[in-house]
């Protein structure tokens, strides 16, 4: 019991070594990498996005460093508007769908808007 829970103690620790570096804007962060502090209130969804503060109240004054997505990798549509770096500049995150077979999805009417089969990625703009 007891080496099953040294064990388990020391493969916790192992992984949580590496330290975030800790920051109050995007220059106290490096190369390809924002200054995320964590807001107040999260935004869940776009369907209110313009009664928004312009600024959005915050937990703390600090903050910590976070890298941007590469291009063709997967992002969050919601993720910049709660404080999250999102995409890298030169980049943004767009819905990719994908084909699919009519017999494996089914098309109903929701009281939701859904796109259909696929997924957000980071897509460098066209020049």
């Known amino acids: 019991m007891n080496t099953a829970l040294v064990f388990f103690a020391t493969a916790i620790f192992g992984v949580t070594g590496t330290q975030a570096t800790i920051c109050m804007v995007d220059s106290d962060c490096g190369t390809g990498q924002c200054c995320f502090i964590k807001p107040a209130f999260e935004v869940v969804s776009k369907k209110r996005q ?47 769908p994908v084909r699919a077979r009519s017999s494996e999805y089914q098309i109903q009417a929701r009281t939701i808007y859904y796109k259909g089969p696929g997924f957000y990625k980071c897509v460098a703009h066209s020049p």
């Open 50 to 96: 313009s009664i928004l503060p312009a600024i959005m109240p915050t937990t703390s004054d600090y903050g910590v460093c976070e890298n941007y997505h590469v291009a063709n990798s997967y992002c969050d549509s919601l993720e910049t508007l709660n404080g999250h770096c999102g995409c890298k500049p030169g980049t943004s995150c767009q819905f990719v």
